[in-house]
């Protein structure tokens, strides 16, 4: 699972999230921003609030402190194969070195260069090619 911080910054540079069930994400406040919460209709549930904005609603005994959230609240925290296909048509491949690290081809940016990530974990090394990607110019 990828960092909340690293979550955020692939929000922040535009990765859009619409929610379904078995999505994880976080609550960035300093008692919850450790605790991953996964999108269910048995336990959290996509809704409407009263005025028209998405929240998520925690059911059952569960979640027994939290009632519901709006969506802009939360941080989405995307698995390995939502970022590989949030990559798309710029994914080149992925390769897992010697030494355990796994990298990441991609092409990004207005003249379509070739970029790699390393990174010890492969979601880490999508979420940073993803990045790059997002805030190529």
Avoid at 71 to 98: D, K, M, N, V, Y
Avoid at 123 to 130: I, K, M, R, S, V
């Amino acid at each position: 699972m990828i960092d909340i911080d690293v979550a955020r910054r692939l929000h922040e540079a535009g990765l859009p999230w619409e929610p379904a069930d078995g999505d994880l994400f976080a609550i960035d406040t300093e008692l919850l921003r450790d605790d991953a919460f996964m999108l269910s209709s048995m336990v959290i549930e996509r809704g409407v609030g009263r005025h028209g904005e998405r929240i998520f609603k925690f059911n059952g005994t569960t979640e027994w402190a939290l009632d519901s959230i709006e969506q802009q609240e939360a941080i989405w925290i995307p698995r390995e194969e939502q970022l590989r296909e949030a990559l798309g048509p710029a994914f080149r491949s992925l390769e897992r070195r010697e030494d355990g690290h796994h990298t990441v081809r991609f092409c990004a940016g207005t003249e379509a260069a070739e970029h790699e990530v390393s990174a010890p974990a492969a979601e880490d090394a999508y979420a940073g090619a993803l990045l790059v990607a997002l805030t190529a110019v």
